[in-house]
């Protein structure tokens, strides 16, 4: 038994640490002349536009033939909540959204993607892809679109796949990414309303009897052309292509979010310099390693070995919270890391620094009413568990209901309070989202490492006879 909790005690260890390390600083493989991340660290973590800088964007709504139209008031704020839904099912978290009624434009201001280096204002815009009209069409007829110099820029849909449009993603209920292992591709799995299920039953039983082909096109771009071998009644339908997991993700979000009321076109774009700065992201990365540091000596101080442990297991708190925010986890994107994110992260931690005191003091009472050390191991960590489990309880309530009330309507938080919110509406808002988002973590890797993790450490320290001093865990000298 004791072998077991020597090898528990140098595994858990060691694997904190190792995930520490790649979290804080991540792995890169050199390809040419460029860093590529193969786990992201915290460099890759996306900064607000407060700390980076960022983009601001005027999209002004067109009509069919390109020209800009006068679009309503009702369609100016749906458009609004969709492209706010958008940003936030991306992770972009941190932006500002306003509308122009008198003018019919929407303004729309967001960070830089992490790692940009170019600052170009043109390719960042690329990213939101705030159209993002998903049509699916009869065949797959095309036509050579191009400019007003005569120069092809691309191909729009003709004949008959210009006029049978057979859905839309407004008749599109649910869009989920999925990846197949069979063929190692990633794509999108649809589920169609009523009309939608009709309409794609209808053509592809008509389809189906000459092996035709139904387009799926996101804007003016022909993403998909399956051939239709049989009728699907079921209501279902995938999208298929050359698609990343990021952009199979990205693609399902923007159905998720729902289809704009018209298209949009750039009439201006600028960059935004950053109100704080670098300087100002480097002075508090400085203030927080310096409270770290304060907070780890008088743990050590004051509870001795478990402070040690204490230590350890923060440690590991913080990266849990670095890798949920940097995209550290396959498939993920970076979080956008704003000033009430940050708010977040150090709020979790002092819990999780309480969540330790509290622990290493009940240790401490046991042993002062004279119990053995492992009773009072096991008494103290029974005996917090109750306080520490309310304390996070509650923070995780807390955290889930901002997620829901200002996150995106695709989101789960929002899907789980659905049967509250549904008489409010929607309201995306992105620093309020970031909040919580960063809060809930930090309270899940409390319970992982300042609960689950700091209790295996402490009963496997027992293994060792060098350890079993009472002292060591806050008892008095003598009392051996």
Excluded at 129 to 145: D, H, I, P, Y
Excluded at 146 to 153: A, F, R, T
Excluded at 199 to 217: C, D, H, M, P, V
Excluded at 229 to 244: L, P, Q
Aim: glycine share 10%; net charge negative.
């Amino acid at each position: 038994m004791k072998r077991k909790g020597k090898w528990v005690l140098f595994v858990t260890a060691l694997l904190i640490l190792a995930f520490s390390l790649t979290a804080f600083f991540g792995i890169y493989t050199e390809v040419g002349d460029l860093d590529l991340p193969v786990i992201k660290g915290a460099n890759d973590i996306r900064w607000g536009i407060d700390i980076r800088g960022g983009v601001e964007v005027t999209f002004n709504p067109v009509d069919e033939d390109g020209k800009i139209m006068e679009a309503t008031e009702a369609q100016l704020n749906a458009a609004q909540e969709i492209i706010g839904t958008r940003l936030t099912d991306n992770h972009i978290t941190d932006y500002e959204l306003y509308v122009d009624y008198e003018n019919s434009r929407l303004i729309v201001r967001f960070p830089w993607k992490e790692g940009e280096s170019n600052f170009d204002p043109q390719k960042a815009i690329e990213e939101i892809s705030v159209t993002a009209m998903l049509t699916f069409r009869e065949g797959n007829n095309t036509v050579e679109k191009k400019d007003e110099e005569g120069n092809v820029i691309g191909y729009e849909p003709d004949g008959v796949t210009k006029e049978n449009i057979i859905l839309n993603g407004n008749n599109v209920k649910e869009a989920t990414a999925y990846y197949s292992s069979s063929d190692g591709t990633y794509g999108v799995n649809l589920k169609l309303d009523e009309y939608g299920t009709k309409q794609f039953a209808e053509y592809t039983k008509k389809l189906a009897t000459t092996k035709g082909t139904i387009s799926i096109w996101l804007d003016d771009e022909m993403i998909s052309y399956p051939t239709v071998n049989e009728e699907i009644a079921t209501g279902e339908a995938s999208i298929t292509g050359s698609f990343t997991a990021e952009q199979a993700t990205k693609l399902a979000n923007q159905i998720n979010a729902g289809a704009l009321p018209f298209q949009l076109t750039v009439s201006s774009y600028n960059s935004i310099n950053p109100t704080l700065g670098t300087s100002a992201l480097n002075a508090m990365l400085l203030a927080g390693v310096i409270a770290l540091v304060l907070i780890c000596i008088f743990m050590i101080v004051v509870y001795r070995l478990p402070g040690v442990v204490a230590c350890l297991t923060l440690l590991g708190q913080v990266a849990i919270i670095i890798a949920c925010t940097s995209g550290y986890f396959p498939d993920s994107n970076s979080f956008t890391l704003t000033l009430p994110g940050i708010a977040g992260i150090i709020l979790s931690i002092g819990m999780g620094v309480d969540a330790n005191i509290i622990t290493d003091e009940r240790i401490r009472e046991e042993l002062r009413k004279g119990k053995s050390l492992d009773s009072a191991i096991a008494a103290g960590s029974k005996e917090s568990a109750s306080a520490i489990i309310d304390g996070n309880v509650t923070n995780v309530i807390v955290a889930v209901i901002l997620m829901g009330v200002f996150g995106s309507p695709n989101g789960l938080c929002y899907k789980l309070l659905s049967p509250f919110l549904f008489m409010f509406g929607t309201s995306v808002t992105g620093s309020i989202y970031s909040f919580g988002y960063t809060l809930l973590i930090g309270v899940i890797a409390n319970f992982v490492m300042g609960v689950g993790a700091t209790r295996l450490l402490m009963y496997a320290l027992t293994k060792f006879n060098v350890f079993r001093k009472k002292w060591l865990f806050g008892g008095a000298r003598d009392a051996e």
